[in-house]
T-cell receptor, first 112, second 110 residues
Framework: DTAVSQTPKYLVTQMGNDKSIKCEQN?????MYWYKQDSKKFLKIMFS???????INETVPNRFSPKSPDKAHLNLHINSLELGDSAVYFC???????????FGPGTRLTVT | DAKTTQPPSMDCAEGRAANLPCNHS???????VYWYRQIHSQGPQYIIH???NNETNEMASLIITEDRKSSTLILPHATLRDTAVYYC???????????FGAGTTVTVRA
């Protein structure tokens, strides 16, 4: 049973396209997150939702829009993709904000 | 804005204990020390956390100094599968986010 799952695992697309990454957790957690890991391997938080409510929105271009249809899902939609958006995106969840986060396997996004 | 300092890399022999140091000299009273690791191409994995007392679970032990300014993660019997980047993170009860630094790249050698 996969605790935190993401689809797709790999995503290759061209500049200017719009794409979505989906995340689902079956742990019954209240809080979900999106992180970005760039080529230098630094992991930075982008967004956090608690009970479908946005609680963290780091300095992320507004081309990135998270959507949480319910507690178990937090999707990431990206408009007008740019080369610099190429990275690995990780979804995570936790029962209580911040603590013991469980991460998904990541989505490697390549923008050409 | 990482609040911790870790050595960039270390090697360990398979079957031996791996001791990973972390300095967090500015830690405040309500902040926990968390450890995560990231095996190549996988998502980060929670290992252990502590506030003041030493902690042990099935994966590792965490030793926190009395002044709480530093800690050591101990992998008691390192295996090749423990090769990963290990992150030491200070996290407060009022925080919402984990701030990952560069971590320590641990290579376990046969």
């Amino acid at each position: 049973d996969t605790a935190v799952s993401q689809t797709p695992k790999y995503l290759v697309t061209q500049m200017g396209n719009d794409k979505s990454i989906k995340c689902e957790q079956n742990l019954g957690h209240d809080t979900m997150y999106w992180y970005k890991q760039d080529s230098k391997k630094f992991l930075k938080i982008m967004f956090s939702y608690n009970n479908k409510e946005l609680i963290i929105n780091e300095t992320v271009p507004n081309r990135f829009s998270p959507k949480s249809p319910d507690k178990a899902h937090l999707n990431l939609h990206i408009n007008s993709l740019e080369l610099g958006d190429s990275a690995v995106y990780f979804c995570a969840s936790s029962q209580i904000r911040g603590l013991e986060q469980y991460f998904g396997p990541g989505t490697r996004l390549t923008v050409t | 804005d990482a609040k911790t300092t870790q050595p960039p890399s270390m090697d360990c022999a398979e079957g031996r204990a791996a001791n990973l140091p972390c300095n967090h000299s500015t830690i405040s009273g309500n902040e926990y020390v968390y450890w995560y690791r990231q095996i190549h191409s996988q998502g980060p994995q929670y290992i252990i956390h502590g506030l003041k007392n030493n902690e042990t679970n099935e994966m590792a032990s965490l030793i926190i100094t009395e002044d709480r300014k530093s800690s050591t993660l101990i992998l008691p019997h390192a295996t090749l599968r423990d090769t990963a980047v290990y992150y030491c993170i200070v996290f407060g009860s009022n925080d919402y986010k984990l701030s990952f630094g560069a971590g320590t790249t641990v290579t376990v050698r046969a």
